[in-house]
């Protein structure tokens, strides 16, 4: 797993024994606000306050590869390069312009048709579209088989896009933003089919599952949100970390899923499907201060609680109805 660093670094951690096995020292002058693994994991993209995104072989620990990036924010910048499913292509915005490399031979394509700088990229797994989206909120798609000619342009937010992500077939794009929401769009149609909402703080990250049925967002709000694609409805809330959140990832098999955040921490989430008697959370009790101690009864049917200034408080655990209270 690598993570984009403040301090101008690009690290990676073997993420069974999360020990740090390399460290691009250096990589960008100033923060790196985005990272990316080439399919085969040889290589590794990156951009920075530096204005550039870079190449880095993982094998010599080289850079191979240069070129202008303007998509640099402290946040909301964590999804601003990508490669092809191939390989053979990155993508990263610069000047409005999103921009693909043949990064092996330097070969460039531009295609032109947003207005604002800090551009968000994606690739489809099939490799055939790209999706781009920028800080005025328009979201674009590009055929990369037919020389990146335009495919659709999407209804506007009027919010900064901050991240997409495409479902397993491509069918879906969903797309992170200011608004405080996921929305989860119809490629064919381009009407938005859920919206996921996020109250507390404009949404930083998002993410398929690789078989397409979750999608996870992360945001300012700290949260780590784990959603049923197909209905929409939210099945998973982590909590953990005590900053705010730029971007997650699923791992490659789906069973996993790691966030960063700004407390300095990158966490690494169980994301296996949750099962059909099993629910995020079943009941939430309300006390009127801190409380400091619980106990479950052995037959499951009761909870005791203690705590700052209340007394010892037994309830019903499926009803969350209080049954007795010791002074």
Not at 102 to 126: F, N, P
Not at 171 to 189: E, I, K, M, P
Not at 256 to 273: G, M, N, V
Request: glycine letters at 12%.
């Amino acid at each position: 797993i690598a993570a984009a660093c403040g301090d101008g670094s690009v690290k990676v951690w073997n993420s069974q024994t999360i020990e740090v096995i390399q460290t691009f020292n250096g990589a960008h002058a100033g923060f790196v606000s985005s990272i990316a693994f080439h399919p085969e994991g040889k290589y590794l993209a990156s951009t920075g306050k530096d204005m550039q995104v870079k190449v880095w072989d993982l094998t010599t620990g080289k850079n191979v590869f240069d070129a202008p990036c303007d998509a640099i924010h402290g946040n909301g910048t964590a999804y601003a390069v990508a490669f092809s499913p191939d390989g053979r292509q990155l993508a990263a915005g610069s000047q409005g312009i999103v921009t693909l490399w043949d990064w092996m031979s330097g070969q460039k394509t531009c295609l032109v048709g947003h207005e604002k700088q800090q551009i968000s990229v994606a690739y489809s797994r099939d490799g055939r579209r790209l999706a781009s989206g920028d800080w005025a909120g328009s979201v674009r798609l590009w055929d990369t088989h037919a020389g990146g000619k335009s495919s659709g342009v999407f209804p506007e937010t009027f919010r900064p896009v901050t991240a997409l992500a495409f479902d397993g077939d491509g069918g879906q794009l969903a797309t992170a933003s200011f608004n405080r929401c996921v929305n989860v769009w119809d490629t064919t149609t381009r009407r938005i089919v859920h919206t996921l909402e996020n109250t507390d703080g404009v949404v930083l990250g998002v993410a398929f599952s690789p078989d397409g049925q979750r999608i996870a967002s992360t945001g300012e709000d700290k949260i780590v949100h784990v959603w049923d694609a197909t209905t929409g409805r939210e099945v998973l809330s982590l909590r953990g970390h005590v900053g705010i959140c730029g971007c997650l990832t699923f791992s490659p098999d789906g069973r996993r899923l790691a966030s960063a955040s700004e407390d300095k921490t990158i966490r690494i989430w169980d994301a296996t499907p949750l099962k059909g008697d099993e629910d995020q959370e079943m009941l939430t009790l309300q006390y009127s201060d801190q409380i400091w101690s619980l106990a479950i009864s052995p037959d499951d049917e009761k909870i005791a609680s203690a705590g700052s200034g209340l007394p010892v408080n037994f309830r019903n655990l499926k009803t969350g109805q209080g049954e007795v209270e010791f002074p």
